[in-house]
């Protein structure tokens, strides 16, 4: 068998219907450890302080989103060959494995719509009810594991949930800050996004069930959602395009400190979310192209959406639209709307 730190991603493809913990060392300094499927705890064997970090590195919570897959993929194997020397504790999840395998988004619902920061804590292995749909049982699972990283009292919590957006978008790369419920949005976060390449930032004005939110509210994460490009299929990503991100996170993970741009030269655009609009019937349509990009902004107005007995329209000029997806669930999201936001 293959190392499969070298290849935890076909590792984890293969064998996640029948897991067995994986752990050991990495030189003297780091130790790992997996006990469920596609996640992967990196652990220093420093002591935990101000300087030491816990970062949650998040991918493929929906299958079909590859580029974040591969990136996390090549991170783990840099760190396992200590191409990385890893400071801080990190855990890498590969959310949606049987997703992945079928190369969808998910097999019986959307997996980020199930965190749900308000149910009991849970880092004990508890009985997880099997009837429930393949990503409930998930979603459970990956509240456990997140509750169970999260135990140090001191220093910064990150949690960087990767994606890439279905349709193309006139701002490729973006981040949603999950609702913050009156707390500061954080200027360093800022600055470390748009050293990624991420200088389009979406802020959310409502709780949700994303997993950036999940673990924003409960556990005072620095959390986001990133979008990262265009979904492609494995192996199909042109991985040259995330080379400012894949630097960033070695840093973040490889040095206790390191300097960002400063806030004022960062080439940020800033969004707030104005309207959440969710499916309810059937016959919900949307009013534009199925592949206008992300971004494309409509005048005051102007008809976004129907449902039986509803009209969804432009409130401001140049409201802008995303995540537009009539083929969700009933009752949930199937459009944002942004406007500009000076922060
Ligand atoms: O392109 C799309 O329509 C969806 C891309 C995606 O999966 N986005 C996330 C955003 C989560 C958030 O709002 O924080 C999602 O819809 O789950
Ligand atoms: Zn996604």
Redesign the pocket.
């Known amino acids: 068998m293959t190392t499969p730190l070298n290849d935890f991603l076909s590792f984890s493809l293969e064998h996640y219907t029948n897991w067995h913990e994986i752990s050991g060392n990495i030189g003297t300094s780091i130790r790992y450890n997996s006990d469920v499927p596609g996640v992967l705890t990196f652990m220093p064997n420093n002591t935990p302080s101000a300087h030491t970090k816990q970062i949650i590195l998040s991918c493929g ?2 299958g079909n ?1 590859t580029a974040p897959i591969e990136i996390c993929n090549a991170l783990i194997k840099q760190i396992y060959n200590q191409e990385i020397d890893c400071k801080h504790k990190v855990m890498f999840i590969f959310g949606n494995l049987p997703a992945m395998k079928i190369a969808k ?1 998910f097999v019986d619902e ?1 997996l ?2 199930l965190f749900d920061p308000n149910a009991e804590n849970s880092c004990s292995h508890q009985q997880i009810d099997e009837a429930y749909s393949i990503e409930k049982v998930r979603a459970e699972e990956l509240m456990q594991q997140v509750a169970c990283f999260f135990t140090d009292a001191e220093g910064d919590r990150i949690h960087y ?1 990767l ?5 193309p978008s006139k701002n490729e790369k973006f981040a ?1 800050y ?1 609702y913050l419920h009156g707390k500061t949005y954080c200027k360093e976060q800022l600055q470390f996004m748009s050293d990624c390449g991420v200088n389009t930032i ?1 802020l ?1 004005q409502s709780p ?1 069930t ?4 999940f673990s924003s509210r409960k556990y005072g994460a620095h959390s986001f ?1 990133v ?1 990262l490009g265009k ?1 492609y299929p494995f192996g199909k990503n042109d991985m040259s395009k995330f080379t400012d991100m894949n630097l960033m996170l070695k840093q973040l993970i490889g040095m206790y400190e390191f300097s960002t741009s400063c806030f004022e030269d960062c080439p940020l655009e800033v969004f707030t979310v104005n309207q959440v609009i969710n499916k309810t019937k059937d016959d919900f349509t949307l009013h534009f192209d199925d592949d206008l990009a ?1 971004f494309s902004s409509f005048q005051r107005g102007q008809l976004l959406a129907s449902e039986q007995g509803k009209e969804f329209r432009a409130e401001y000029e140049d409201e802008a639209i ?4 009539a083929n969700v669930a009933l009752g949930q ?1 199937a459009l ?1 709307t942004v406007v500009p936001y000076a922060l």
Not at 210 to 213: D, L, Q, V
Not at 322 to 325: A, G, K, T
């Open positions: 919570v929906h989103e988004r959307n980020n719509r949930d994606h890439t957006a279905i349709r949603v999950p979406l959310s949700t994303t997993f950036s939110y959602t979008e979904v992300n995303v995540f537009p997806n999201r944002l």
